[in-house]
T-cell receptor, first 111, second 110 residues
Framework: DVKVTQSSRYLVKRTGEKVFLECVQDMDHENMFWYRQDPGLGLRLIYFSYDVKMKEKGDIPEGYSVSREKKERFSLILESASTNQTSMYLC??????????FGSGTQLSVL | SQQGEEDPQALSIQEGENATMNCSYKTSINNLQWYRQNSGRGLVHLILIRSNEREKHSGRLRVTLDTSKKSSSLLITASRAADTASYFCATDGTGNQFYFGTGTSLTVIP
């Protein structure tokens, strides 16, 4: 069965820390996405990648970077975490820019 | 923003009733999708409708699309308590991105 795995379900970090959120998919999908989800704001795209080492900015890339060294893994990096980055982070993958497969999400709290 | 909007924001119905939620979007699309999210979890794909389709069915789900009005509706028939979740529409926009609405929170009362 299709699977997108996010490394942590819950994460608590301090302001200023460098934070890595990992996402792995086992479907050989070309496209991978990072969203953040906040109450009342829905899902907002941070970055997406359509191939290894390729990335595109989404709607809210500020304060984030990404890495895709292997096809199955897409990492989201918070260079210096801030309290306004407290959120639910969702990773997703897709084959033909149609159906998205989501991970279970990482609830990040920055204190 | 190309983000869509769902309406209503929240819906509460009795088990066995039908639930209808709507989605409006702003730009031309190739397809529109509906997703479901149980509390605190990831989203699960429910159904996709292409821009040249007007209606699609999948089990107890019925989706309609009106591209002239830039709107879609999701109907869940004979609702069950297990249908309690948030429902999101998503459209494909420019740059190979997906744009999600803010969601409709559905509560089905047993």
């Amino acid at each position: 069965d299709v699977k997108v795995t996010q490394s942590s379900r819950y994460l608590v970090k301090r302001t200023g820390e460098k934070v890595f959120l990992e996402c792995v998919q086992d479907m050989d999908h070309e496209n991978m996405f990072w969203y953040r989800q906040d109450p009342g704001l829905g899902l907002r795209l941070i970055y997406f990648s359509y191939d290894v080492k390729m990335k595109e900015k989404g709607d809210i890339p500020e304060g984030y970077s990404v890495s895709r060294e292997k096809k199955e893994r897409f990492s989201l990096i918070l260079e210096s975490a801030s309290t306004n980055q407290t959120s639910m982070y969702l990773c997703a993958s897709s084959l033909y820019y149609e159906k998205l497969f989501f991970g279970s999400g990482t609830q990040l709290s920055v204190l | 923003s190309q983000q869509g909007e769902e309406d209503p924001q929240a819906l509460s119905i009795q088990e066995g009733e039908n639930a209808t939620m709507n989605c409006s979007y702003k730009t031309s699309i190739n397809n529109l999708q509906w997703y479901r999210q149980n509390s605190g979890r990831g989203l699960v794909h429910l159904i996709l409708i292409r821009s040249n389709e007007r209606e699609k069915h999948s089990g107890r789900l019925r989706v309609t699309l009106d591209t002239s009005k830039k709107s879609s509706s999701l109907l869940i028939t004979a609702s069950r308590a297990a249908d309690t979740a948030s429902y999101f529409c998503a459209t494909d926009g420019t740059g190979n991105q997906f744009y999600f609405g803010t969601g409709t929170s559905l509560t089905v009362i047993p």
